[in-house]
């Protein structure tokens, strides 16, 4: 082995002194750290403000990763004009679910006691509290003596006995156009039987706006008839003490909900609602709370607030009850008379107002609403009162009892947009922490790739002179045996008989002439 060689190969893969390397290197100040001066004062300093930067950028840094995972966002909102703007969806209930000249004796039956019209022994409640006329329609459909009763079906029952949107609408115009009962969808709600317009469903086509304001909108004229009101002797779930309307304004892919979200509009009143159309976009963990995954519901195919609760109840009730109410999608049963009472009523009430754990739904990450602001103006007018009752075939104080006018109009031909938006994201931390380093130690990326390098040529060194230390001692080692071989062979026979000589081997006198064999074997 030529050490020599060996010697100069690894002085010439040593790395540069950690005086060259600071003197070359972009990281500010480590030049006059690592000098060949002996100025130990001012490496002191240097060495001292180096570090306080260095500290101060470990905890600026700390700081900015903190507030990274934190996972911050912050909220835009904007207004955007639209050329013309899909009109929503509008749900309206009467207050009172069942009409009584369409409740039967059979209905009476089944049903009087949940309506709170009969007591446990099928006899008239509270008789001294019910007008004449009344208790007199009453004592005949109560009349249960040699009765035979017939299945009943409150899915039948709520449709038959609901309030019939032909009798219900006096006039409706959309964008000046008249509309008719034809343009309005039934659907069922925990008021019964209600109707949606531009519900966008059966194939119908959507309707659009092409201006804001009045008379640009939907506008109803109805008959609220609470002549057909079941008179209340109690409180139940299925009777109500309000007269008038529940209307809900709603995208076309949402359900109405509208026992929670609806607004009431009174008879002897128009009102105005203004609406605006608000696109709000959340954001998901774990930046905000949003739902990003499909909704796993075997009822509803678009997410929704209103579809996760209908959701969930239909499978609380299903679970609890056996059955479903009359609103509720799905292949259950229908609940009976019997079951809304003792078992679906109580129930839903629990769940809607004191279970907060059961139905817990998400906000969807994009969802539609609409923004109302509401005035009102009475009608009729003294002017216009008996115009009125003459125009419908009706008293002047039934006019002033029963008719509403809904107006609903966009405020404008644009919508908002309210975006959550992340507030500091990755290239944010990156670039924090990059002006920080230049800040303070005069560093960036491919200084800290400087470090690395230099610290990888000094280990990498290391590694190779330990390494080749070791591969020199086990070559001395085997040196070692050789030698002790030779001297061995030296002192053989045979080696005796090649001493040099003044003759030829196989020239000496008395032998016989050497011939390849001695050679062979020595």
Not at 67 to 96: G, R
Not at 334 to 345: F, G, N
Request: with cysteine; aromatic share 12%; proline share 5%.
């Amino acid at each position: 082995m030529d050490l020599k060689a060996d010697s100069e190969d690894m002085d010439y893969k040593r790395p540069a002194p950690i005086e060259v390397f600071a003197s070359r290197s972009t990281l500010h100040g480590i030049s006059h750290m690592f000098t060949y001066e002996r100025m130990c004062i001012k490496r002191s300093l240097w060495i001292l403000f180096f570090l306080g930067s260095l500290g101060v950028l470990v905890m600026v840094g700390v700081d900015r990763v903190q507030f990274y995972f934190q996972y911050p966002h912050v909220t835009k909102l904007d207004e955007v004009a639209a050329p013309m703007m899909v009109f929503p969806s509008v749900t309206f209930c009467n207050l009172n679910s069942f009409r009584f000249s369409r409740v039967t004796r059979n209905d009476l039956y089944h049903a009087g006691e949940l309506l709170a019209l009969l007591n446990g022994r099928y006899e008239i409640r509270d008789p001294h509290l019910v007008e004449e006329n009344v208790l007199q329609i009453l004592k005949e459909r109560a009349d249960f003596d040699n009765y035979k009763p017939r299945p009943f079906n409150m899915r039948e029952f709520y449709d038959r006995t609901g309030h019939d949107i032909k009798d219900m609408l006096l006039s409706c115009y959309y964008r000046g156009m008249e509309c008719s009962a034809e343009d309005f969808k039934v659907i069922f709600t925990r008021y019964g039987k209600c109707y949606t317009f531009n519900s966008g469903q059966d194939g119908r086509p959507l309707m659009v706006t092409m201006k804001g304001g009045m008379g640009n909108g939907l506008e109803l004229m109805l008959d609220i008839q609470q002549d057909e009101y079941l008179p209340v002797w109690g409180e139940t779930d299925e009777t109500s003490f309000e007269a008038g309307i529940k209307v809900q304004i709603h995208t076309q892919d949402e359900p109405p909900f509208i026992d929670q979200l609806g607004f009431g509009v009174a008879p002897g009143f128009q009102t105005f609602v203004s609406c605006q159309e608000q696109r709000l976009t959340y954001l998901p963990p774990p930046w905000g709370d949003c739902k990003a995954t499909p909704m796993d519901s075997d009822f509803f195919s678009t997410y929704s607030i209103t579809a996760c609760r209908i959701d969930c109840e239909t499978r609380y009730l299903v679970e609890n009850c056996n059955c479903r109410m009359v609103h509720m999608p799905g292949d259950a049963p229908y609940c009976t008379p019997e079951q809304y009472k003792e078992c679906a009523d109580p129930a839903l009430d629990f769940l809607v107002e004191r279970d907060n754990d059961y139905c817990v739904c998400e906000t969807p990450c994009n969802m539609t609403r609409y923004g109302k602001e509401m005035s009102f103006v009475k009608i009729p007018s003294k002017a216009s009162a008996k115009y009125l009752a003459k125009k419908f075939n009706k008293t002047e104080q039934y006019i002033a009892d029963n008719i509403l006018v809904l107006d609903i109009y966009f405020e404008a031909l644009n919508y908002e947009t309210i975006e959550q938006k992340k507030a500091y994201e990755l290239a944010g931390l990156l670039g924090d922490i990059g002006g920080q380093m230049g800040l303070f130690i005069g560093a960036s990326i491919l200084t800290i790739l400087e470090l690395f390098d230099y610290l990888y040529e000094v280990i990498k060194f290391k590694l190779c002179r330990c390494a080749k230390k070791k591969h020199k001692g086990r070559n001395n080692n085997d040196r070692g045996a050789v030698l002790s071989l030779d001297d061995v062979k030296r002192h053989a026979p045979c080696e005796n008989l090649r001493t040099p000589s003044t003759y030829p081997g196989n020239m000496l006198p008395h032998h016989p002439g050497q011939g390849n064999f001695e050679d062979f074997t020595c």
